[in-house]
Nanobody
């Protein structure tokens, strides 16, 4: 099983930027997609961004499109999420997720890293 650990969250002022990091360990060779999701207050967990290692295909959630960038460093088994022009409504718990090639959904999840944006 793949183990995921997020870091990089914190308190930032509106308009600022953050880079979140997700380090993967364990069984990573059969991962065919990785992504970032977030849980914001009063809302269900929502997609932020996904990336497919095999072809680099990227998908961004509508609420963050144009302000985020997802990337991977395969040599380090690490995934990143850059968030720019942060808004108070971006406040929430950001999760790293992975989907094995035999699964139809993201089944491996990290514990999350908290992002708090002050106005």
């Amino acid at each position: 099983q793949e183990h995921l650990v997020e870091s990089g969250g914190g308190l930032v002022q509106a308009g600022g930027s953050l880079r979140l990091t997700c380090v993967a360990s364990g069984t990573t060779s059969n991962t065919n997609a990785m992504g970032w999701y977030r849980q914001t207050p009063g809302k269900e967990r929502e997609l932020v961004a996904t990336i497919r290692p095999a072809d680099g295909r990227i998908n961004y959630g509508d609420s963050v499109k144009g302000r985020v960038s997802i990337s991977r460093d395969d040599a380090k088994n690490t995934m990143y999420l850059e968030i720019d022009r942060l808004k108070p409504e971006d406040t929430g718990l950001y999760y790293c997720a992975a989907r094995p090639n035999w699964a139809t959904a993201f089944i491996n999840w990290g514990q999350g890293t908290q992002v708090t944006v002050s106005s």
